[in-house]
Every structure is written in C-alpha cells, then in structure tokens.
C-alpha cells in the first residue's frame, strides 16, 4: 500500500509569503490520481487540485499544483489571510484499489 | 447548486450498528460514483469506501472490510454507509463525497458537511 508522507508537519508564514507543501508517495504514482484539498476548521475538505495540476474550479490561480512520480507539491504564490488552513494529498492505488490521504500540512500565520 | 447532506450519526454503544445516509441533489446522482470519508477528532481524513455509479463494484479500507456496506438508492437520490460491530476507534465526522469520474477511484470534487459517530459505553 503506498503511504504519502507530507512536509513539514507545521509551515508557518505571512500573509504576502510564498508557501510550499510536498507529498512524497513511498512509490511511484501517476500524475493523474494525485490531488490536493484544504480544509478549514469545522469545514469539509475542499478540493484545490487534481491530476497534480489542475485546478479545481473557482480556485484561484494563486495555488498551483507541481510533480511526477514520487515528488509532487502544491504552491501557494502569494498567502491570503483565508489559505491559513490544514492541506491534503490524496492519491489512489490500483493494487489493492484503495484511496490514500496524506497526514496534512497545517499552514499557520507567523 | 451539488449539495450532499449527511445524517444518522449520533452516539452508539461499542458492538452496535448505526446507519448513515447522504442525500445528494443538484446533480444527476445515478451516473457518479460515491465515496465515504472519515475524520476522527483533531486527526487526518481516512478513506472509508466507495461504490461505483451503477452499484455494481464497491471497495473498502481494510479498517471496513467486513463490517461496513456501502450502497445506494438512486431513486431515493441517496448513499448510504450500514457500520456493524462498531469500535471506540470509529468515533469520527463521517464524510461523504462525490468522484467525479466514471473509472477507477479518483479524486472528491464536492463533500458534504459530515455527520459525527461517537462510540462510547
């Protein structure tokens, strides 16, 4: 089963900053089942992007989503003070079918 | 507007069963796969199972396998998630989730709000 590990644990910036989350799958996986959600508190996940790097409709072009195989991140230009928020990878595995989430990136204001 | 509204959580003795539903409108829901997620307190999102648009092909975490069921009533335009023999550790926000392709298990483009599982004596 293949684990995705997110880094750091804890990133903390300002408003204004460039912000860069990594995933790192423990094998190699395809472009096309990796996504990235953000999640506020008290709130559902919502989906930022898919297939690495499209983005999600209404996500602002600020967010930007990179990678390929076993290296993939998700970039936020220029921090708002609403993207201070918990981040997720997700990917699936064909063998066993199964649905993987990374343990999260909280984004908190410095 | 896609709206997927959970219910059925509350709180359960441990090796009792709970039913969650998800009532979906605002989008053909017979012709999307569907997926449950959970998010047991102040932790990460945990992927519980999914059932294809059709009915026909389901799959499960191995932390379901066995005691959970996944299903749907198109007619009823809803999704459902029967957990038997619950455990302490299924305590969680029960999350469902629409796929927005056909194929193979993909990504979640739209979540409900969830609805909270306690199980506690």
């Known amino acids: 089963e293949i684990v995705l590990t997110q880094s750091p644990g804890t990133l903390s910036l300002s408003p204004g900053e460039r912000a860069t989350l990594s995933c790192r799958p423990s094998?190699?996986?395809?472009?096309?089942?990796l996504a990235w959600y953000q999640q506020k508190p008290g709130q559902a996940p919502r989906l930022l992007i898919y297939g690495a790097s499209s983005r999600a409709t209404g996500i602002p072009d600020r967010f930007s989503g990179s990678g390929s195989g076993t290296d993939f991140t998700l970039t936020i230009s220029r921090l708002e003070p609403e993207d201070f928020a918990v981040y997720y990878c997700q990917q699936y595995g064909t063998s066993p079918p199964r649905v993987t989430f990374g343990q999260g990136t909280r984004l908190e204001i410095k | 507007q896609v709206q997927l509204v959970e219910s059925g959580g509350g709180v359960v003795q441990p090796g009792r069963s709970l039913r969650l539903s998800c009532a979906a409108s605002g989008f053909t829901f017979s012709t999307y796969p569907m997926h449950w997620v959970r998010q047991a307190p102040g932790k990460g999102l945990e992927w519980m199972a999914v059932i294809s648009y059709d009915g026909k092909v389901k799959y499960y975490a191995d932390s379901a396998q066995g005691r959970f069921t996944i299903s749907r009533d198109d007619s009823k335009n809803t999704l459902y998630l029967q957990m038997n023999s619950l455990r302490a550790e299924d305590t969680a926000i029960y999350f469902c989730?629409?796929?927005?392709?056909?194929?193979?298990?993909?990504?979640?483009?739209?979540w409900g709000q969830g609805t909270l599982v306690t199980v506690s004596s």
């Open positions: 094998q190699s996986v395809s472009s096309s089942y």
């Open positions: 989730a629409r796929d927005p392709r056909r194929g193979p298990p993909d990504y979640f483009d739209y």
